[in-house]
């Protein structure tokens, strides 16, 4: 995993990621004993698709550092 530049608009459906603005499509959270971890499925303007996780309500974000090739 690798720590991105990422900041989540307050009403949580679009997510700015190094300057490019992306539409949330999709969130998850997964709680466990100790924490939550949150995922977030976005799609910038060109419908290049991603997925970023957090596990600090949203302060950090991070990815994979090799994302799958589908």
Do not use: W
């Amino acid at each position: 995993m690798k720590n991105i530049n990422a900041v989540l608009d307050t009403d949580e459906k679009h997510i700015t990621i190094d300057g490019v603005l992306h539409s949330v499509i999709d969130h998850r959270s997964f709680e466990d004993f100790n924490g939550t971890l949150e995922s977030f499925k976005v799609m910038d303007v060109m419908a290049n698709v991603r997925v970023v996780y957090t596990n600090d309500d949203a302060l950090t974000f991070f990815a994979d550092q090799f994302p799958p090739l589908c």
